[in-house]
């Protein structure tokens, strides 16, 4: 599965949108791109998916770049309980069962 | 309510005493996992099972067990638990979507403490 790299943390403001950048360069064409955070020691939590076309849920937006080496999460408009660790994840379909969650955007939200 | 659910949620116990920390899931998924998550190292996979009787390991596999019985339980055994061992263990359950890609919805962690 590819790799991908994000920056280590980012700061938003309360109310503005979050935009958080993934760097996965060596993607190939049956990989998918996950989006997962982590509040404090929780259990992660799933935020959205996918393929090659930008996805929007009603929790975020993922945008895909044409050639798919780099994507954003998109949280429209950030509250403090999105303060978290964002993990960018790409696997295959067959391979998405075991999801290799490196370090993540630890993400703070500030009033 | 659809959910992932973990016993014990904090366990401290010594060397060698066998253990077992049990995860179920009630949203009839094929799929469950076993992580374990440590500081600067992310979350790792144990062991996973594809269906009732179907196990396989992961990426740190060594001194851990795991049964799948029946399709909504997946317990972790530790035989003989050691100080490595110490960590926050989360259990996952998979969700076929659209697309064939995995969702997974996460417990809420065991933390564990080995002296």
């Known amino acids: 599965d590819a790799k991908t790299t994000q920056p280590p943390s980012m700061d938003c403001a309360e109310g503005r949108a979050a935009n958080l950048p993934c760097n996965h360069s060596?993607?190939?064409?049956?990989?998918?791109v996950y989006w997962y955070r982590q509040i404090h020691s929780q259990g992660p939590q799933y935020i959205i998916h996918?393929?090659?076309n930008n996805e929007t849920n009603e929790m975020a937006s993922l945008i895909i770049t044409e050639d798919r080496k780099s994507s954003t999460l998109i949280l429209p408009h950030a509250t403090l309980r999105d303060t978290a660790v964002y993990y960018c994840?790409?696997?295959?379909?067959?391979?998405?069962?075991?999801?290799?969650f490196g370090t993540g955007t630890r993400l703070t939200v500030i009033p | 309510e659809a959910q992932v659910t973990q016993n014990p949620r904090y366990l401290i116990t010594v060397t060698g005493k066998k253990l077992t920390v049990t995860c179920s899931q009630n949203?009839?998924?094929?799929?469950m996992s076993w992580y374990r998550q440590d500081p600067g190292l992310g979350l790792r996979q144990i062991y996973y099972?594809?269906?009732?009787?179907?196990?396989d390991k992961g990426d740190v596999p060594e001194g851990y067990k795991v049964s799948r019985k029946e399709k909504r339980n997946f317990p972790l055994i530790l035989e003989s638990p050691s100080p490595n061992q110490t960590s926050l263990y989360f259990c996952?359950?998979?969700?076929?979507?659209?697309?064939?890609?995995?969702?997974?919805?996460f417990g809420p962690g065991t933390r564990l403490t080995v002296t």
């Open positions: 996952a359950s998979s969700l076929r979507s659209r697309g064939l890609a995995y969702e997974q919805y």
């Open positions: 060596t993607i190939s064409g049956n990989e998918y």
């Open positions: 996918g393929l090659k």
């Open positions: 994840i790409v696997s295959r379909e067959t391979g998405a069962n075991n999801l290799f």
């Open positions: 949203m009839n998924h094929e799929y």
């Open positions: 099972s594809m269906n009732v009787e179907v196990t």
